[in-house]
């Protein structure tokens, strides 16, 4: 299905107020990240497909740091975990005036799609009008889920949970997701309908369906994807939301044109942009903010974030590139360099073992093996700027702040920290001294002294 944005204005209430305890964090659950951002944000970035005319996040009274993550979408607060039909209560001020369609989501079930709200909405929209569209799937293990009994005429006639099915109810295979998409005009009178007569005596907004009936109204069941409603309660569930997570991000990747060659070996991150024809060897991680330009090949066991690849360079393999790396065309970085902080400009060279931080590396220069940035004195971090066609010899420390001239030549070996003139070779190494014979009386000398301790043992 492609994605299409509706005419209809479109509302959601997220629910992100639980605590989360099984996550044994204190971080809230919503705000852990798979793809290198927060679930809750994820879900945001669907939702923003859609183009929803407001959405307000229900949270409780201490997640200050959740509702910086979802702002400038305003929040609800839930004082007291009284279940989900409480928590859309504590929403419907936010909503005051609204009556298009709204979609009831979860933040920590950040897998859906746009296509399948879209899908929801639209259902929604048809002819038999009904009051409440819930989502179904079918897991392969339906456990506690709740069972969705349906009529003879296919609209959904109750939602049972689990606990309270019977052995026939167990039996069915479609099971409730939560999502719901719900008919703005009719959602304040369902909820404040909503009663807590059960044993945890909680407000389950699932009971709309009920009222919804009593109403005469008919609700309905689309069927997902269950991949996309995987929920996150628990450290595991969270490390199965990234893994189908990587395989979306890489199929996506590999269909508009990136090669990998082990395609499970490869980590993305949500945000990962790819030029063309883009070639990753296996074991590369990408953590957030990385763009890579056309043509590039990055080689095995490389790690990237926050860094800008311009096309046709080659990177690794093993190496790391930081924050505020930005690498211009036909850029070498090799095995074992890092680069944090700094541009790289078109055509230079660090191919081994070498750290370039807090840096501007001109075009063309080269960096030799061993080369190091000193960028930090232990209170401040300086700059480094190689000019263009520069060379900068083996085994170099470079002590910030410092500037190597274009087309300087820097011997191997030395230690820089005055200005270097363009053209100019700079060498600080020690003169060379050579004592003819020294080696032959060293060994004869060191031959004589073993041979002594071997004896001096064999007399103890």
């Known amino acids: 299905m492609t994605t299409q944005k509706s005419t209809a204005p479109v509302a959601s209430v997220v629910l992100a107020a639980g605590q989360g305890t099984r996550m044994k964090s204190s971080l809230p659950k919503v705000l852990h ?69 709204v979609l009831v989501l979860f933040g920590a079930d950040p897998l859906i799609t746009p296509d399948t709200l879209q899908m929801m909405i639209e259902r929604r929209r048809e002819e038999d009008d009904p009051a409440v569209v819930i989502l179904g799937f079918r897991p392969n293990d339906p456990g506690q889920y709740g069972r969705l009994v349906m009529d003879e005429d296919g609209t959904l006639e109750a939602i049972v949970e689990a606990r309270d099915a019977s052995p026939d109810q167990l039996e069915i295979e479609l099971c409730n997701s939560g999502v719901m998409a719900i008919d703005g005009k009719r959602l304040t009178g369902l909820v404040k309908r909503i009663e807590n007569n059960n044993a945890k005596s909680e407000f389950y907004l699932t009971d709309i369906v009920a009222l919804a009936r009593e109403d005469g109204d008919v609700c309905i069941v689309v069927e997902g ?51 063309t024809d883009v070639t990753l060897e296996p074991n590369i991680f990408f953590g957030p903010g990385v763009r890579v330009g056309n043509n ?23 190496a790391r590139l930081r924050p505020g790396a930005d690498l211009g065309e036909d850029v070498r970085v090799g095995n074992f360099v890092e680069v944090k902080n700094s541009k790289i400009e078109a055509g230079a060279k660090a191919n081994h ?27 401040l971090k300086s700059r480094t700027v190689i000019g263009k066609g520069a060379f900068i010899g083996s085994n170099t420390a470079l002590v910030a702040p410092v500037t190597i001239g274009d087309g300087a030549i820097i011997g191997a070996g030395s230690t820089i920290a005055r200005d270097v003139n363009a053209e100019a070779l700079a060498v600080t190494r ?10 032959s009386r060293f060994r004869t000398q060191q031959a004589a002294k073993k041979k002594q301790l071997i004896e001096k043992n064999k007399k103890d």
């Open 33 to 101: 990240p798979i793809g290198g951002r927060p679930m809750i944000v994820h879900l945001l970035d669907t939702l923003s497909q859609i183009n929803p005319e407001r959405v307000v996040v229900v949270i409780n009274d201490h997640m200050d740091d959740v509702a910086s993550a979802v702002a400038p979408h305003p929040t609800a607060v839930q004082q007291k975990a009284q279940g989900t039909g409480d928590a859309v209560r504590c929403a419907l001020p936010a909503l005051e005036g609204f009556d298009g369609d």
């Open 296 to 318: 590039v090949t990055i080689k095995a066991f490389s790690h990237i974030e926050g860094a800008n690849i311009g096309d046709n360079a080659v990177i690794g393999p093993f």
């Open 225 to 275: 994807n269950p991949d996309e409603l995987h929920g996150v309660d628990n450290r595991i569930d969270l490390a199965q939301a990234e893994w189908l997570l990587q395989v979306r991000l890489r199929s996506t990747a590999m269909i508009d044109g990136v090669t990998m060659i082990e395609p499970e070996t490869i980590t993305l991150s949500a945000d990962t942009e790819f030029g």
């Open 353 to 379: 073992l070498s750290y370039i931080g807090d840096s501007t590396i001109g075009e063309k220069a080269n960096i030799g093996a061993g080369t190091i940035t000193c960028n930090y004195d232990g209170f």
């Open 430 to 439: 020690a003169p060379q001294k050579q004592v003819e014979g020294w080696a």
